[in-house]
C-alpha cells in the first residue's frame, strides 16, 4: 500500500465549510487577442523577463475549454471556484467602451459553474492592469483606484446575480512588492520604498470596490491577502528588528489599514493622500470575510555583512542587498520545486496569531490560496502537503478560529509568473508541449482530495 493510503483520514470539518479552488485569468485563460492588452503581457514580451521565456498567450486556453475544466471542477466535488475577471478583458482600455465579448465569457462561464453546482467566487483583479491604465501611470496613480470601482460595478452589473461571494483584489503585497519595487513581475518598476504609494492606491480600491459592489447588490465580500509567520533568525536586536520589520511588510501593511482602519506606526505618513483619515475610513469599509494565501513561513535576519555587495536568491526572487532585512533558510524542512519549505503547523500559528492580534475586529477568514510546486502526476508530495496543511488548519478551528473555507492553489497547472511553466502547482496535469490538445490529466492529488472531500460528507 501507498503511504498515501495508510494515512488518517482527515478530521471532520464543519458541515457547511466551503471547499473550493483557485485559478487567476491571465495564469489559464489565454485568448490574449481577444482581449485588452495588459502589464502581463507587455512584461512578458521582454526578453529575459520570464524565466523559460515563455508568455501566456495560450497558457491553458482556458477561455476556450472552460467547459472541460469545469466539468474537472465538478467531478473533483468542491462547493466553490475562485477565478479572476480580466480587466483589460472587459475594459480593453481599462476603462470607458465595455467588450460585450468580455462580459459574456464570464457569463457563459458563471452559468456553467451554477449548472455544475458549484458557486463561482470571482477575484476582479489578480495582477492584470489593462496597459492603457498603466501607461498613464498605474497604480501610483489615484485614478486607477476610481476606475477599479467603475469596474467592478461593471462586472457585477452582469454575474452579480449568480455570483454570491466576491473577492476584489489578490495580494496587493506581491504586486506592490514583485511589480513595483523590486521589478520581477509586471509592471517591473524598480521603486524599492518609492513603491508605497501602490499599496495605498490597491487599499483605497478595494474599499472604493467594497462599496460599488454593494451599491450593485452584491454580498459576502472579501479580499484575498498573502499573509505568512515571521520568524527572527535568532534573539538578538539586529535580528528581531528585521524580522518585525518584514512583518509589518507582508503581514501588518495591508490587514491593519482593512481590520482597524489605521497603518503600522510611521507608515501612514509616507502615503500620498490629501486626507488620509478619509482614505482609511473608506479602505476600512467592512468586508464580510477576510482571505488568506498561504505558503510558508519566512525567517528573517539583519542584513547580512557579505549581502552588501551581492544580490540573495530566495524563493525564486533575487533580493537587493540594500533591503534592510534578509530571508534565511529554513532548516531540516522538505521544500516544494519552487525551493519553498513545507512547514504546515505553521498555518496553525498564522492563524492563531491573526485571532490573537486582531482579536473581535477580525472577520472571519477564508483561506483563499494553499497549495505547492511539484512536477509530476503521481504527486504524493502534493497530497502530504495538503493533508499536512489541512490538518494544521482544523487545529487553529479546534483552537476557536473562525475559518469558513478552503481554496487549493491551483485547479491545474499554469503560467506561474516570472517562473513560466516551470513551476507546477495544479492538481490537474496540463501537456503545454502539445498546444492542440492542451491536455488536462488530473493528478493523484485530485484523486486524493476528490476522496477526502467525499469523506466529509459521508
Ligand atoms: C500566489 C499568487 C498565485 C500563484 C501562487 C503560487 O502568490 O496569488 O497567482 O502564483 O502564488
Redesign the pocket.
Known sequence: MAASDAREPLPQFPRDFLWGVST?AH?IEGAVDERGPSVWDAFTAVPGRVKDGTTAAVACDHYHRYREDVALIRELGVGAYRFSVSWPRVLPGGAGEVSAAGLDFYDRLVDELCAAGVSPVPTLF?WDTPLALADEGGWLRRDTAERFAEYAAVVAGRIGDRAKKWITL??PA?HTLLGHALGQHAPGEQLMFDALPVAHHQLLAHGLAVRALRAAGATDIGIAN?HGPTWPASASPEDTEAADFYDVLLNRLFADPLILGRYPEGIAELMPADDIDADLKVIAEPVDWYGI?F?QPTKVGAPLPAATAAPTEFSGLTLPPELPFTPREIEGRPVTDFGWPVVPESLTELLTGFRDRYGDRLPPLVIT?N?CSYEGIDDQRRIDYLDGHLRALHRALEEGVDVRGYFV??LMDNF??AEGYRQR?GLVHVDFEDTATLERTPKASYAWLRAALRAQRA
Do not use: L, V
Request: proline share 0%.
Open positions: 487567476s495564469q489578480h489578490n495580494e506581491e498573502s494565501n505558503y490560496e497549495g492553489w491551483s506561474e509568473w502547482f
